[in-house]
């Protein structure tokens, strides 16, 4: 959970350095229920602040473990490519138990995230949504469960810094998968353009800053990269 505060919900969050490039991933899981939009906020500001740290938003000590040396030199959103996906829990602003009306196209109007709810996520992009809601299914089957809302739970976001751009080359989902979970997995294909390196990190430059790069350096290198959350999604609520 987030800081055992959050029973099953919390975020793995992994970065690497590929060559002179920064990569950051964190696989989030969100509080679940339509009127949960506020908890799912602070859930996600704490993931934030709290990944790769020594020291939790709340102050309590988070020592090294396992491996993971949580040096509080590394913020989540300050690498050169950050992706954030899984299964947010977003859901469709709408009265609980009531039924959007129309088809599953108009109802994105109604999307927490696309309101702009999710304030917790500033900065960071996503491509347009073309797919159906990925909750709630009947297991194995194609209809949607009437015990709950339909709503794009599983989403993928992503920003870029330090004069990286990125572009989304695909956003879909995958209906045929629909025996493992009541959700439907998302993935996404990028293509991410580095900068080239114009010099060496200054001596003494504050953390939590890996590299110092010119922003107005041409682009250069250039990966791709896919990001597949919702095969791995927790399959509860």
């Known amino acids: 959970g987030v800081d055992g505060i959050a029973g099953n919900k919390g975020a793995v969050a992994v970065r690497l350095r590929l060559g002179q490039y920064s990569l950051c991933f964190l696989n989030v899981h969100l509080a679940s229920g339509q009127s949960a939009l506020q908890e799912r906020n602070t859930n996600l500001c704490q993931v934030l602040a709290d990944a790769f740290q020594g020291t939790s938003d709340r102050g309590s000590n988070r020592p090294a473990k396992l491996g993971f040396q949580r040096r509080s030199i590394y913020m989540a959103s300050l690498h050169h490519f950050t992706v954030i996906l899984g299964d947010l829990n977003i859901r469709l602003e709408v009265p609980k138990d009531e039924w959007p009306a129309g088809s599953w196209d108009t109802w994105l109007s109604k999307d927490q995230l696309l309101l702009g709810l999710m304030p917790s996520l500033r900065g960071y992009n996503e491509g347009q949504i073309s797919f159906p809601p990925t909750y709630k299914y009947v297991r194995g089957r194609g209809d949607f469960a009437t015990s709950r809302i339909p709503a794009w739970c599983d989403r993928v976001l992503f920003k870029t810094e330090y004069g990286a751009s990125a572009e989304l ?56 990269i896919t990001s597949a959350p919702g095969a791995f999604a927790s399959p509860g609520p």
Request: no cysteine.
């Open 169 to 224: 080359l695909e956003y879909e989902s995958f209906n045929e998968v629909k025996f493992t979970s009541d959700h439907r997995p998302v993935a996404a294909l990028f293509q991410v353009r580095m900068p080239v390196r114009k010099h060496a990190e200054p001596e003494g430059a504050s953390p939590p800053m890996p590299e110092v790069w010119s922003s107005s350096a041409p682009l250069g290198e250039s990966l791709s």
